[in-house]
């Protein structure tokens, strides 16, 4: 069983100028721990499940970049980066970057997007959700294109890359795996069994019928099922977090058929000496299925 640990917040005691030791700290901590992976959102605007919108939030490759150089061997990905952020040839490269300077370390963690407040706030195209979904499949598919080597001209409805170079390639093999975030039935765990590594779905009481669903569109795919890393966000709120509240959650999850459990960090937690932790007693628990 693989444990991660995602900083959705960034809103430290000290201030600004303290945001850099703490976040760099609790990077450095989750690593030492020896969590598998360490994430942030990709959101400009902090998310009003997390807090106002004025609290502080870091853009989310430069905080990778900057956690990256303070870590060793976690995994480094955002959770996840809205497909109208970047454009995708860029958004490949920017993987790419983070992969080669981490020694093979990083994700490309992508979905359709869905903060419209902060695309009006910043002046980023924010399209119907039909067309979201339309640039998210072109992105994948322009991913898996560059992190082939193949410079081919793309023409797509959305996008059209004349020359998708991607020179150096990245570290990791065949590429840097694809995590795609949402738990969308019709299209979004299509995505995933067609074109990801990874989904990503949330604890809770719809989780069984969701990885079912990705069964089925699996199937339909031609997909092996068990190839797709299933990894499930969840939170330790309501009451202190604690070593045997995290080991039971992820008891829980894995028998759902879960594979990689990431904790989100709520604002005043502090959670990667916890997760080390409860890593030591469920390092031998397998997922249900495997």
Not at 247 to 266: K, P
Request: hydrophobic share 40%; net charge negative.
């Amino acid at each position: 069983m693989r444990i991660g640990l995602q900083v959705p917040s960034f809103t430290f005691p000290g201030g600004p100028e303290q945001i850099g030791p703490t976040y760099g700290r609790m990077a450095r901590e989750a690593d030492q721990a020896g969590l598998d992976s360490f994430w942030v959102m990709d959101h400009f605007f902090q998310i009003r499940d997390v807090g106002p919108s004025e609290e502080p939030m870091l853009e989310g490759y430069s905080a990778l970049a900057y956690a990256a150089a303070l870590t060793e061997r976690i995994t480094l990905g955002t959770m996840v980066t809205g497909v109208t952020y970047r454009h995708p040839g860029i958004l490949v490269k920017t993987v790419t970057t983070l992969d080669v300077l981490s020694g093979g370390r990083a994700w490309l963690g992508v979905g359709a997007a869905w903060n419209d407040e902060e695309s009006r706030g910043l002046g980023v195209e924010f399209p119907p959700t039909a067309e979201r979904f339309e640039r998210l499949e072109e992105t994948l598919r322009i991913a898996h294109q560059m992190w082939k080597g193949d410079e081919k001209p793309f023409h797509g409805e959305h996008y059209r890359l004349e020359r998708p170079l991607n020179s150096p390639p990245p570290v990791r093999r065949p590429h840097p795996p694809i995590l795609v975030g949402g738990s969308g039935e019709k299209k979004t765990l299509r995505f995933v069994a067609k074109y990801a590594d990874a989904c990503n779905l949330f604890d809770g009481g719809e989780l069984p019928r969701k990885l079912e669903v990705l069964r089925e569109h699996c199937e339909r795919e031609g997909r092996d099922f068990a190839e797709i890393e299933k990894t499930a966000l969840t939170f330790m709120l309501d009451g202190p977090p604690s070593v045997d509240r995290a080991v039971d959650t992820v008891g829980r999850l894995a028998e759902a058929g879960i594979d990689h459990v990431i904790f989100s960090q709520a604002t005043g937690q502090d959670l990667a000496g916890l997760l080390g932790e409860a890593l030591a007693q469920t390092a031998e628990i397998v997922p249900a299925g495997r």
